[in-house]
Each structure stands twice: as C-alpha cells, then as structure tokens.
C-alpha cells in the first residue's frame, strides 16, 4: 500500500516528490542526479519540449492499439522499465518489487548485473524481461552471467557500453554513493530520518550486489561495490561486444549508442536492438540529449534493428513524440525508480499506469489508433 501523497499523483513529477518525501536525502541525491552540472540530465527532458505535436482531427478513436513487440517479446505497449542498479536503495523489495510491477503492466523489465536480487530471482517474478550485461576486466566472469541469464530463461540481453568510466555525479559523490560505496555517519544519520524506510530495511537484512557474490567472495555491499569498481574495464572493444553476440545466439540490444558511426558498427556485429542512451545524464555532461541523436540513427539503421530511445520521458506524449521520430520503444529509469521509492511494487505499477494511461490518451487527441502506425508528420520541431 503507498500513502495519500502518492494516492493523489497525478504525473511523474507528482512522484518525484512523494519519493523525495520518502527516501533518505542522499538516496533521493543519488537518485535524482546527473553529471556535473546536469545539463544532459535536463537537456534529456527539456527537448521533448522542443518538439511540437500536429494532432489530426476526425479519426475514430473509440479503440486505440498500443500492443508491440520489442527484443522479441510480446508487450503491451511500447515501454521498459530499464535496467538500474541497487533498486534495494529505494526499496526493501528492490527489483522483485519492480519485477512484478513490470509483469502486472504488461512491460519488459531490464534486469541490471549490479542488481540487488540475483538475476535468477528476479527472473522468476518477471514477465517479459531483458539481463543486462557489463564487460569486465575478467571475462570468465562475464561470459558467467551471460550463461547464467541464459539458464534463467532471459529472452534477450542488452549490453552497456557507455559505463567503462564513472561520470562524475557530483550529488552521489557528495553522499558517498557512488562506486566504491563509502558511506558515512552523516548519510547514514539521513536514514533514521526516514523510519518507514529505514524499517524496510532492517526487516530485508543485509544488502548486496547479489550476481557478483561468488565472483567477489564478499558478503557485504561496500566490498563488492570495491570489487566491481575494480572490474570496469576502459579497453573493451567492438571485438568484444561481437563476441558476446556470437555467443547469445538471440535478441541483443546494445544501450548507450548516441551516434549514426557507433549505430552502423552495432548493426554490422549482429545486434537486433540499439538502445540510443547517454544513461540520463549520468556519465558525459554535455552531451546531446537522446531524443536529438534518435532521428538521425533511426535514418541511418533504416530498420535493420529495433531502436528503442532512453532518456528524459516523463510523459505520455512523450512516448508518442519518440515513436513519431521512429523509435520502437522507449526505455524509462528515473520514473519507474520514484514509483518504487515511493510505493514499492504498488508506486512502480502507479507510474506505468499514468504514463500507459496518458499515451492512449495523447493517440486519441493526436488521430492516432495504433503505435506501430505513428510517422514522422505528427511532429515538428519549434
């Protein structure tokens, strides 16, 4: 059950605010934040705003179409909850919570490697659902995990390529939650101020990056956020990515494309998905916003992989605007990250519900009756 201030959300940012009355200020920090100074961050959500809408008028409406298929999975509509780690961080429940939220709406759950559930867990609460995978320094343990959601019956799996440096996320930083946790008494002071959160926790026990467990042979997350900071690996290549293709054998998304070059090379080593992503502004400040990059890429793929855009949703017609610029699906994190923050399983299930509830209802304004038919009229930049 959540409370009244989540009860009364009317949008995303109505969440936001109950997940900031909930959560411990330095989690919110964390949460919340960008790189430096944020601008990609903002940027991600501010070009939505830059892209107008050109409703048609005298379209029977009565029935609206929003069923897809994205990474080889039947969905209910073009959205995923997409891959985030440490989910406990906002919940006791973490990615069980969003897990079944996921299934219950009808929408694939990305399943982060630094997730606080093990991905065989998780996997079995899910519905339609997607691993996603880092490369390591040691291989044995990459290829491991890819084996291990290959066994735990993940349909597809999605790479990310944009983490091999840490972006500096100066609010994180400040909490002393970035990679390698170091927390202090000040941050840990915050939690007594939460004691609804701070309850959920201590009934949860302790917490733990759980697929890196027997890699870390750490029980405690401190050490094995020491342990996977130690494994990012800055000399990962194409070769690599290729290699982990040939060995899936199945639908393969690679997140974090951001340029036509980077999009043409995914499709050449056998990838069905890009994931155009500059991870919400978490990693380079200053990039472009993902919505910008879509257009071009989607030009350049010219369908010869699913493009799902990732960055700065917020709203229903937003989803509608990246599917009119060619997108598949879009991706969402913040969002669904609030929801659970602010409601566990129940909070995530209200965000799915307003922005599902919110494209249908942007179609029906814009003439639109199915999302496999919107084309690039229906918007123009201002």
């Known amino acids: 059950m959540f409370d009244g201030t989540l009860a009364r959300s009317l949008s995303v940012d109505d969440v936001r605010g109950a997940a900031r009355q909930r959560l411990p200020a330095p989690l919110f920090d964390y949460l919340d934040g960008g790189a430096e100074t944020e601008y990609t961050a903002r940027r991600n959500c501010a070009a939505f705003d830059d892209l107008a809408l050109l409703p048609r008028c005298l379209v029977d409406v009565t029935r609206v ?37 996921a299934q219950r709406e009808g929408t694939l759950y990305g399943v982060s490697v630094m997730g606080t559930h093990s991905l065989e867990a998780v996997a079995a609460a899910s519905g339609p659902k997607v691993f996603q995978l880092l490369i390591f320094k ?3 343990l990459t290829v491991d995990l890819l084996d291990r959601a290959r066994r735990a019956g993940y349909p597809a799996l999605c790479l990310t390529v944009d983490a091999g440096v840490r972006g500096k996320r100066e609010r994180e930083l400040r909490a002393g939650l970035g990679l390698p946790l170091k927390l ?3 941050s840990l002071g915050h939690g007594l101020m939460r004691p609804h959160w701070a309850a959920g926790q201590l009934r949860a026990g302790r917490l733990s990056l759980a697929n890196l467990t027997r890699w870390s042979k750490c029980r405690g997350i401190i050490a094995q956020s020491e342990y996977a900071s130690a494994q990012l690996d800055t000399s990962i290549t194409w070769a690599d990515a290729r290699l982990l293709i040939e060995r899936w054998k199945g639908p393969f998304a690679i997140k974090g494309v951001m340029s036509v070059a980077d999009a043409l090379r995914a499709v050449e080593i056998g990838a069905t998905a890009l994931i155009v992503s500059n991870h919400g502004g978490r990693q380079l400040d200053g990039a472009s916003s993902a919505l910008e990059a879509l257009p071009a890429i989607v030009a350049a793929v010219d369908k010869r992989a699913e493009v799902i855009v990732d960055g700065g949703i917020r709203r229903g017609s937003h989803i509608l605007k990246a599917l009119a610029l060619g997108a598949k699906g879009c991706s969402i994190g913040r969002p669904y990250l609030y929801g659970l923050a602010a409601g566990g399983e129940a909070g995530v299930v209200k965000v799915l519900t ?25 918007v123009r930049w201002k």
Do not use: N
């Open 184 to 186: 202090t008494w000040g």
């Open 65 to 101: 179409q929003t069923a897809s298929r994205l990474l080889g999975q039947e969905v209910a509509w073009p959205v995923l909850c997409s891959p985030t780690g440490a989910s406990r961080f906002y919940h006791a429940e973490g990615e069980l919570a969003v897990a079944r939220a």
């Open 354 to 378: 307003i922005l599902k509830e919110e494209l249908v209802r942007a179609m029906q304004l814009c003439g639109c009756t199915d999302v496999g038919g919107v084309d690039r009229d229906l």
């Open 138 to 140: 040691d291989r044995d």
